[in-house]
């Protein structure tokens, strides 16, 4: 049987679902490796991913009939890409509303398998907005096949959940997300409901290495099918000063709804005065139908510790409308609560967005 019969073959023995989110993870039980080149997620969609994307996440399918689109170019290459078109309304406190049309990212990812399945060159490339900017370009070798791999180059760190939004609360806490690749290497690990990755690196989000410091970032996850539960763990250290993070996340499905959870905490030196902080994510996601769903989100932020009412919250609602084979709209909005001196703190945010990703 064929790859792509037997991509063809799984894919439809599964249930229809909505997007390659952590949450479609939780929602399926699989380990974000399942549709991701990355083994620890996000990036570019292998062609298990590009094959589910057109056959099970949208409403309805244009092309059924059609060879599905897995992104392989040959038996050597394949290809993908992002594109995301934003109309966003800003509601600031004593200021003017804002309102504008924008690109908040587009990004070209290409893998050259020089090995199949064991030997590969990988680059994650943002094209816009602005100009070019590499996010990851790595070479990664499974020493075991599927089971241990060695990586090197410039890479997404593994820390807690590889959310879509890197504004979260949690992503900008830990200083760990997809707008902060860093050098270094990773070893990662794959065995039955097991996934880990550990990675050392330079330590300064991806610019040039100052001093003789270097940051270790740990994740660890236990993956059953309705349920999973993780630990993360980095170290950076610094002639600023040592930061210390670590993290708990973990999900389980309830029927039609998909519950995430993650709790940060930061111990930073560098920051004077030292303070300890903290931020924390919810996440529900009500898959309503093929293609439809619905995701509420609240976050929690507490920037000290030893300070008495400077926390922050963020509430979001955003509505995910997928009709069509590779092209998804988003409808959300998004709600802040802060110190009432900070106008930003206090902002409300709307927006629809167009995406579209092979």
């Known amino acids: ?34 549709c991701h080149v990355n083994p620890s ?18 409403e309805r399918q244009i092309l059924k009939d059609a060879e599905p689109w897995t992104g392989l170019l040959g038996k050597y ?3 993908g890409g992002d594109l995301r078109a934003n109309y966003n309304y800003n509601d600031v406190p004593n200021t003017d509303e804002e309102n504008s049309f924008d690109v908040e990212e587009g990004r070209v990812y290409l893998e050259a398998s020089i090995i199949p399945g064991r030997l590969s ?16 370009a790595n070479v990664r070798f499974w020493i075991r096949e599927n089971a241990l791999y060695v ?33 270094g290497a990773e070893i990662g690990f ?19 290495e100052e001093d003789t410091g ?44 998909v519950w995430l959870g993650e709790v940060d905490y930061v111990k930073d030196d560098s920051l004077l005065p030292l303070r300890d902080q903290y931020a924390a994510l919810g996440e529900a996601n009500w898959r309503i139908r093929a293609g439809h769903n619905l995701k509420l989100t609240f976050e929690y932020f507490e920037p000290d ?13 955003v509505y995910e409308w997928t009709p069509v084979e590779f092209l998804q709209f988003r409808l959300g909005g998004r709600v802040y609560d802060g110190i009432p001196q900070n106008n930003q703190q206090n902002r409300k945010l709307y927006f629809l967005q167009m995406h579209g990703f092979f």
Request: contains cysteine; proline residues 6%.
């Open 214 to 257: 270097k940051q270790a970032s740990l994740r660890a996850e236990y993956v059953q099918p309705v349920w999973r539960v993780g630990v993360s763990a980095s170290t950076n250290n610094a002639e600023a000063g040592d930061r210390e993070a670590f993290a708990i996340h973990g999900a389980i499905r309830t029927g039609p709804v």
């Open 41 to 58: 997620g996000g990036g570019m969609r292998n062609a298990f991913g590009n094959s589910f994307a057109q056959m099970q996440m949208p």
């Open 190 to 208: 794959e065995s039955g409901p097991w996934t880990a990755q550990l990675a050392i690196s330079n330590g300064s989000a991806g610019g040039p």
């Open 305 to 317: 510790d030893d300070v008495d009412e400077d926390e922050q919250t963020r509430t979001s609602l």
């Open 121 to 136: 060159v990988y680059v994650d490339e943002l094209v816009a907005p602005g100009n070019a900017d590499n996010r990851e």
């Open 1 to 34: 049987m064929s790859l792509l019969a037997r991509l063809v073959l799984a894919i439809a023995l599964l249930p229809s679902t909505a997007l390659a989110e952590p949450y479609l993870a939780a929602q399926m039980g699989f380990k974000c490796g399942q």
């Open 151 to 183: 990586k090197a180059g410039r890479m997404y760190l593994p820390f807690g959940w590889r959310l879509e939004d890197d504004t979260a609360f949690t992503r900008q806490l830990s200083g760990i997300n997809m707008t902060t690749p860093d050098n």
């Open 77 to 79: 290459f394949a290809v």
